[in-house]
Nanobody, 125 residues
Framework: QVQLVESGGGLVQAGGSLRLSCAAS????????IGWFRQAPGKEREFVAA????????YNVDVVKGRFTISRDNADITVYLQMNTLKPEDTAVYYC??????????????????WGRGTQVTVSS
């Protein structure tokens, strides 16, 4: 069982930066792949980025376009999403999720077993 809590969201102007954190509790965190997803108002939730148990990274290149970086600190049991050059279209609730370490499915919501409650990111123009 893994519990996830997101933090770091807020209101930022376009062009600004935020660093989201996903703090985990529970056993064997280092064995889980962690993903970030987001859901904008009126839209479906979409994949943003993922980091595997061995720190391999995956990105939704259409969303990230080199602006976001995902990282993990297994000692602190935390995964980070550094978001730079934010745009109004990045406004969404950002969720982190955990799944058992696998070689596939990093961008599929259905592959993830545990979810946080989300943190709101609002980018003003």
């Amino acid at each position: 069982q893994v519990q996830l809590v997101e933090s770091g969201g807020g209101l930022v102007q376009a062009g600004g930066s935020l660093r989201l954190s996903c703090a985990a509790s529970g056993r064997s965190f280092s064995r889980y792949d962690i993903g970030w997803f987001r859901q904008a108002p009126g839209k479906e939730r979409e994949f943003v980025a993922a980091i595997t148990a061995d720190s391999g990274t995956w990105y939704n290149v259409d969303v990230v376009k080199g602006r976001f970086t995902i990282s993990r600190d297994n000692a602190d049991i935390t995964v980070y999403l550094q978001m730079n050059t934010l745009k109004p279209e990045d406004t969404a609730v950002y969720y982190c999720a955990a799944k058992y370490n696998t070689d596939s499915g990093h961008n599929f919501q259905s592959a993830y077993n545990y979810w946080g409650r989300g943190t709101q990111v609002t980018v003003s123009s």
